[in-house]
Structures are given as C-alpha cells and as structure tokens.
C-alpha cells in the first residue's frame, strides 16, 4: 500500500459481508435501477433526495436487514447524503449527455450506522458512515469504464471528490467507490484489488 494513500478514508470501502479492518463494498445482491422515468405527481417527495435518487438507495443495508440493526440517518448524515446525491446527479447528467441515452447509476452500498459499520467490520473513521461515501455502478459500463468518465469529470474540473477508487477484488465484477470529506477535497484516484490500495495517475493504464 503507497505510504500516502494511507489516511482516515482508504479503509471504508470493502464488502459488507466481509469483514477485518476494512469496510464494506456492495452487497452481492446489485439494487434495481432509480425509477427515474416516474413523474414527480406519482411519487412521494419525501421519499427523494433528489431528482433520480431516493432515500432508501442511500440506506439500505441486507446486513441491517439480516441482523434487524437500524441504518438511518439523523440530520447530519441526511445532508451529507445529500452531497452524494447531488454529485451522483451530475455523473448521471455528464454521463446521459455525452453517450446520448439514459443511463442509470446504481448505489450498491452508501450510508451505514455505527451498529451496521461495526457489523461489516468497517473503519470507525468510514466515510460511509458519515454518509459521505457511495459505491456505484453505471448501466452498460464496467467498473473501469466508469471510474474513468468520474475522473474526466475531475480533471475538467465538473465534479471535486476526495477520493475515486476502482475496486476489483477476487471473485466481484468490482464497483467505483466515490468518497467525501469534511473540508477541502483532495482528488485521490485509488486502486483496489484485494491486497491493498494503490495510487493511480490515470485509471486508462489500468490493466
């Protein structure tokens, strides 16, 4: 693991059915696509945090679920979220305008209580459970794929995250981790692979 990749974040982003000292990646079961196509009168805006993504995208845990533990957010948490959203709006947008269709963002694992962190074997320093952290998929990109349209975003300067992961650990098809933080956002661009994380210039050289 590069010496200067190792900070309060980097250990929040392993599998929720895993568990050690890293956290959670997405459940193995991927959430159905927002319903993005449903007009504002056919839905309830309280269950919306913004114009594609809703509340329980961000909070759903199977961990939870299986151990009967509680995983929402109190206000804090909730306008972080929000945070997540409004930048998992923009790839949307980014995304939808450049290839010329619909494309979904999928959130396999985002926020997490203490109890549900502490489940999953997460860091006690986890951006997930801030709420400022989601791990992502986009329909018809591999992770790879994605992880390389957020970092063109950052280079022009369209969106500001402190870190980007590309995740492909043993036995998964992988995710992108898209990660805040309180203050000024460093811009990290990390890869995972199972046996540590690894600083990247540029997620194209990838093999």
């Keep these: 693991m590069i010496e200067n990749v190792n900070n309060n974040e980097t250990e929040t982003l392993m599998n929720e059915e895993m568990t050690g000292n890293l956290d959670a990646a997405p459940e193995v079961v991927q959430p159905a696509p927002p319903k993005s ?6 839905r309830n805006p ?3 945090v913004s114009e594609h993504f809703k509340w329980s ?8 679920v299986r151990l009967g533990l509680s995983n929402i957010p109190n206000e804090t948490e909730r306008q972080n979220i929000k ?10 947008a980014y995304l939808n305008q450049k ?13 997490r209580s203490e109890r549900v962190n502490r489940a999953v074997g997460g860091s006690s320093t986890s951006a997930h459970k801030l709420g400022l952290a989601a791990d992502i998929h986009a329909t018809g990109f591999t992770p790879k794929q994605l992880a390389m349209e957020i970092e063109e975003m950052m280079a022009n300067g369209l969106i500001h995250l402190d870190q980007v992961i590309l995740e492909v650990p043993k036995k998964s098809n992988g ?26 210039k540029q997620f194209s050289a990838v093999a």
């Design 99 to 111: 290839h010329g269709r619909v494309i979904g963002i999928r959130i396999s694992s985002s926020f």
């Design 37 to 42: 196509e449903q007009s504002r009168t056919e």
């Design 57 to 64: 995208e961000f909070t759903h845990s199977s961990t939870a």
């Design 46 to 48: 309280k269950d919306w």
């Design 175 to 200: 995710w992108v981790h898209i990660g805040l933080k309180q203050g000024s956002q460093r811009g990290q661009k990390l890869l995972y692979r199972g046996g540590g994380y690894a600083a990247v």
């Design 83 to 92: 945070q997540v959203a409004d930048v998992l709006e923009k790839i949307r």
